[in-house]
């Protein structure tokens, strides 16, 4: 079983839709998960940071993490055609200095 | 807003050269990262450092594959002998040390052809 999960789409969905993207895991160690987005070509882009269980939403985005299934969302109200790239969620064990184990990342397409 | 810069874009070289990777992490940070993303493939680390040394490595991160902070604000990534297999999107990221918080903030990247 791979470490994390995360169904690589490709998803398209119509401008204003909600978008959710999704990542499951097997080491229970995380603590930490982050999203990020990636466009074409570019570097990863921090969006979302939370720790342990819960929700934390940012504007247009909420993070949600439930450790108890291992199973971490990403939420985009009102999506737009800018929301486009590919969306990749990130996990570590504790918070300082220790590597990210990202997942294969979501392909997302929102059409005008 | 300060952001984490790479270079160069983009490096073409021969199998069996050597070459350097260039990152100037985000000025306050301490902790240094290097992620690599083969095309079509998930990003996957290669190596933390922080205070002069590295803090984690992945089994990616062989002899081949060296670290350096020479100065105040550079942070190299260097690959003895390249391999074909070595041609990727290479990511230079960083973190501060504030409590227990890990964002990494990432840069443009370096796209490495070994020919």
């Known amino acids: 079983q791979k470490e994390v999960e995360q169904d690589p789409g490709p998803l398209s969905v119509p401008e204003g839709a909600i978008v959710s993207l999704n990542c499951t895991y097997s080491?229970?160690?995380?603590?930490?998960f982050m999203w990020y987005r990636q466009y074409s070509r570019k570097g990863p882009e921090l969006l979302m940071y939370?720790?342990?269980?819960g929700n934390k939403e940012d504007g247009r985005f909420t993070a949600q993490v439930d450790k108890s299934s291992k199973y971490i969302s990403l939420f985009i109200r009102d999506s737009q055609p800018s929301d486009s790239a590919t969306y990749l969620c990130?996990?570590?064990?504790?918070?300082?200095?220790?590597?990210?184990?990202f997942g294969s990342g979501t392909q997302l397409t929102v059409l005008p | 807003e300060p952001e984490v810069t790479q270079t160069p874009s983009h490096q073409v070289t021969q199998m069996g050269q050597e070459v350097i990777l260039r990152c100037v992490p985000i000025?306050?940070?301490?902790?240094f990262y290097w992620y690599r993303q083969i095309l079509g493939q998930k990003v996957e680390f290669l190596v933390s450092?922080?205070?002069?040394?590295?803090?984690?490595k992945s089994e990616i991160f062989d002899d081949q594959f060296s670290v350096e902070r020479p100065d105040g604000s550079n942070f190299t990534l260097k690959i003895r002998s390249t391999k074909l297999e070595d041609s990727a999107m290479y990511f230079c990221?960083?973190?501060?040390?504030?409590?227990?918080?890990?964002?990494?903030?990432f840069g443009p990247g370096t796209r490495l052809t070994v020919l």
């Open positions: 939370t720790y342990s269980s």
């Open positions: 000025s306050n940070h301490l902790y």
């Open positions: 990221a960083s973190s501060d040390s504030g409590g227990s918080r890990n964002e990494q903030f």
């Open positions: 990130a996990m570590t064990p504790s918070g300082s200095a220790r590597q990210l184990t």
């Open positions: 450092f922080y205070n002069n040394e590295i803090s984690e």
């Open positions: 080491n229970s160690a995380f603590q930490y």
